[in-house]
C-alpha cells in the first residue's frame, strides 16, 4: 500500500508518466475536492504564441520598457534566439493534498542549449483567467507573465509560470497568501517542463532557479523551502530571486496594512482593500474563518462573490469603493484610509495588538516565510518605499536570515530607490535584476549592506 506520506509523489510520478495505477492501494489520496487519481490527466500542451529572436527582442524592450537601460537596473541583451510560448495542464496536489489538475505556461527557447529552467511565481490577480495560461500577447495577454519572458527567455532560460490552484482551469478556491500551498504547484510545473522538453527534443540544463513578485515573491520563497526540503530528483536548485513579497505576513505586512494607508494613484489606491478581501475569501474557504467576524456587513457580504474568480481585479477593485465607503472607509484628518474602520472591533483589535489567539492572525504566522536558513544563493529585491507590500517583510527576512547565520555569500538583498515608483511599476526593474542576478551571481547585481 501507498501511505499517505508519499500520497503526493505517487499522484505525481504516475500521472506524469501516464501510469494506470489499478489494482494499486492509494490510502489518503481521495475526497477534498481532489480528482480521481485514476482519471487524472498526464501533462498536455498547447502551442500559444512564437517568437523569432528578432521579434522577442522588440518585445523584451517594448514590456519593460524604460526599466530596460534604467541605470538603477541595467540593459538586457537582445536574443539570440527565438521561442515559443505554451499553455500547459499538468498533475499536481490541492491544498489538502490530493489529486489535482492545474495549469500554468511553460515557455522554451526554439534552439540550442538552454541555460536552465526558470519558475516564475505570480503576483496578485483575481480573475479566474487572469493568469499565465492565458497567453501574453492579444487582448487577454497577461502583462506579468509577458514581463516575466520578456527578462528570462531572452536570456537563454525556459520559464515555467504556474497558474495556482484557484486559476485557469481550478475551480477551488485560490488559498492566497499561503505560500507552501501555492510552492508544490511551481514544484509539479517544473518536473513537468522538463517531460515537454524531453518529448520537444529541447535540451533544458538540469538547473533549477526560482523567481516571483508581490504574492508570487511570497509563493517564490515558498516554493524555496520546499525545492531545499525536497529536492526534485536529478535537478540542482542553484538561485532564487524572490521580489517584493510579504514574507513577514504577521509582523511587516499586517503593521503596513492597519496602519495608515496615504492616498496614493488610483490604480492602487484601492489595493489594500483588495489584499485583505482576498484574505478574507481564502481564510474562509481553508479555515472557517467567516467574512462577518473580519469586517462590517457591506464589506463582508462581497466577500464571497467578489474573489471567486468571476470578476476581474479592476471590477473587484472598482467594485470595492461603494461598500468600503458605506462601511465607513473614508480618509481621516490628514489624508490617510484606515482598514481598522471597516472591521469589527474584535478583528480591529486582534490585529492592532496583536492577539496570537486570534484565528486570522494565528493563520497570518502559519504562512510567515521570512525566518529559515537558506543554503542555495538567494538575492531580495524590494522597493524602499512601497506603500502596498512593505519594505520591511525584506528587512525581517535578512535580520532573520542573518541570525541563523546565512553570510553575504548565500543571500545578499538590494533595496530599489525611485520615489516615481510604485509597487506595481517596480516589476520591470526587479525582473531585470533577477535576470542579471541567475546570469552572474552577486558580483553582477548592487547589493546593500544590512540594515541597522
Known amino acids: ?48 504564441q512564437t517568437f523569432t529572436a528578432d521579434d522577442l527582442t522588440a518585445f523584451m524592450k517594448t514590456t519593460l520598457g524604460a526599466a530596460q537601460g534604467d541605470p538603477r537596473f541595467g540593459t538586457l541583451p537582445d536574443a539570440t534566439d527565438g521561442a515559443t510560448y505554451y499553455k500547459v495542464t499538468y498533475p499536481s496536489v490541492n491544498f489538502s493534498g490530493n489529486p489535482v489538475t492545474l495549469s500554468g505556461a511553460v515557455a522554451f527557447p526554439a534552439t540550442g542549449s538552454v541555460k536552465g529552467l526558470v519558475i516564475y511565481m505570480h503576483g496578485t490577480s483575481l480573475g479566474q483567467n487572469e493568469c499565465p495560461s492565458a497567453g501574453i500577447t492579444g487582448p487577454n495577454a497577461y502583462h506579468e507573465g509577458a514581463t516575466a519572458i520578456a527578462a528570462f527567455v531572452s536570456g537563454g532560460y525556459a520559464v515555467a509560470l504556474p497558474d495556482y490552484i484557484g486559476q485557469g482551469v481550478s475551480n477551488q478556491a485560490h488559498p492566497y497568501v499561503m505560500a507552501s500551498k501555492n510552492a508544490t504547484s511551481g514544484r509539479d510545473l517544473a518536473t513537468a517542463a522538463y517531460q515537454m522538453a524531453s518529448e520537444l527534443g529541447v535540451t533544458i540544463a538540469p538547473k533549477l532557479f526560482v523567481t516571483g513578485y508581490s504574492e508570487g515573491g511570497q509563493n517564490a520563497m515558498g516554493l524555496c523551502q520546499l525545492l531545499e526540503s525536497e529536492p526534485i530528483e536529478g535537478l540542482t536548485f542553484t538561485a532564487s530571486a524572490p521580489m517584493s513579497g510579504p514574507y513577514d505576513l504577521s509582523g511587516a505586512q499586517r503593521l503596513m496594512l492597519m496602519g495608515p494607508v496615504p ?105 510567515d516565510t521570512y525566518d529559515w536558513k537558506p543554503t542555495v544563493p538567494m538575492y531580495l529585491t524590494a522597493l524602499t518605499t512601497d506603500t502596498l507590500v512593505s519594505f520591511g517583510n525584506t528587512e525581517s527576512a535578512v535580520t532573520a536570515m542573518r541570525a541563523r547565520g546565512v553570510t553575504d555569500t548565500t543571500m545578499g538583498h538590494h533595496g530599489i530607490v525611485g520615489p516615481e515608483l510604485n509597487h506595481l511599476s517596480n516589476i520591470s526593474g526587479s525582473v531585470i535584476l533577477a535576470r542579471r542576478f541567475f546570469d552572474g551571481g552577486f558580483d553582477a547585481v548592487p547589493t546593500d549592506a544590512d540594515p541597522g
Do not use: W
Open 1 to 48: 500500500m501507498i501511505r499517505a506520506s508519499s500520497c503526493r509523489a505517487a499522484i505525481v510520478s504516475a500521472a506524469f508518466l501516464g501510469i494506470s495505477l489499478f489494482g494499486v492501494s492509494l490510502s489518503g489520496c481521495g475526497g477534498d475536492g481532489g480528482e480521481n487519481l485514476l482519471t487524472l490527466d498526464p501533462v498536455k500542451f498547447t502551442a500559444l
Open 263 to 367: 492616498t496614493q494613484p488610483d490604480a492602487i489606491q484601492f489595493a489594500p482593500l483588495m489584499l485583505v478581501g482576498d484574505i478574507a475569501y481564502a481564510a474562509n474557504a481553508y479555515y472557517s474563518i467567516p467574512p462577518s467576524t473580519l469586517f462590517k456587513k457591506n464589506i463582508a457580504s462581497k466577500i464571497p462573490t467578489f474573489f471567486d474568480g468571476s470578476k476581474t481585479t479592476k471590477s473587484v477593485l472598482e467594485s470595492l469603493l461603494l461598500p468600503a465607503t458605506l462601511d465607513g472607509y473614508l480618509k481621516d484628518s490628514s489624508g490617510n484610509y484606515h482598514l481598522a474602520s471597516i472591521m469589527v472591533p474584535a478583528a480591529a483589535q486582534g490585529l492592532n495588538q496583536p492577539n496570537p489567539a486570534f484565528p486570522l492572525y494565528k493563520m497570518l504566522q502559519e504562512y
